[in-house]
């Protein structure tokens, strides 16, 4: 089955600084979604991806659909303490069911 | 305010004994999800469901059993409970459309069999 990989599993680090990770597929995917998961709570959806190419930005996020459609980035500029939680990449194909397969996560700590 | 609610937020259940997760939503998305989540290993797709009166198998369905009787609901049962099955689980909701708009999560199950 389709399988993603996301990197790093976790990062630590300073306030201000900007954060960078990255999900690579075995598969072609139709869409990327970036979701954030803080603690105790479900995963919210940052922002989807529907282009290969497609760079999207939401406020100090940004992040992009891969041109071989294998992978895709988010980065966080000028991180603050607020952004500590789970990021998780998700690749769906339009004729799945509606199912994305997830990635395992990237643990965000950052120090004030 | 509009959502995806999931029934109960904590459980402790024995070896052996069965229970009945609740999913609803009021956002009239047709397709449904229940997933879990373990340390380190992301989110697994359980089963799901694609409309009123239809259910499917996901990528670890054994153990687990669902129903989706009206739109708005989809139930995960656990008919004898291993300690396998400690986890956090989430249900999960979207639009049926060939673009997608991702999911919306409920705020998790957290289950622990001992």
């Known amino acids: 089955g389709q399988q993603l990989n996301q990197s790093p599993q976790s990062m630590f680090i300073q306030e201000g600084e900007d954060v960078s990770m990255n999900c690579t597929s075995s598969s072609i995917f139709n869409t990327w979604l970036w979701y954030k998961q803080e603690p105790g709570e479900g995963p919210v959806l940052l922002i989807a991806?529907?282009?290969?190419?497609e760079l999207t930005s939401n406020g100090r996020l940004t992040a992009q659909f891969g041109i071989t459609r294998k992978d895709s980035f988010l980065n966080i500029s000028a991180s603050i303490p607020s952004d500590v939680g789970i990021y998780f990449c998700a690749g769906q194909l339009p004729t799945n069911a509606g199912k994305s397969t997830f990635g395992d996560g990237t643990t965000l700590t950052v120090k004030p | 305010n509009a959502g995806v609610t999931q029934t109960p937020k904590f459980r402790v259940l024995k070896t052996g004994q069965s229970m009945t997760l609740l999913c609803a939503q009021d956002?009239?998305?047709?397709?449904m999800y229940w997933y879990r989540q373990d340390p380190g290993m992301g989110l697994r797709l359980i089963h799901y469901?694609?409309?009123?009166?239809?259910?499917a198998k996901g990528e670890v369905p054994d153990g687990y059993n669902v129903s989706r009787l009206k739109k708005q609901n989809f139930l995960l049962g656990l008919e004898s409970a291993a300690p396998s099955q400690t986890s956090v689980y989430f249900c999960?909701?979207?639009?049926?459309?060939?673009?997608?708009?991702?999911?919306?999560f409920g705020s998790g199950t957290r289950l622990t069999v001992v």
């Open positions: 956002m009239n998305h047709e397709y």
């Open positions: 469901s694609v409309g009123e009166g239809t259910t």
């Open positions: 999960a909701s979207s639009y049926a459309s060939g673009i997608a708009y991702g999911y919306t």
């Open positions: 991806l529907y282009k290969a190419g």
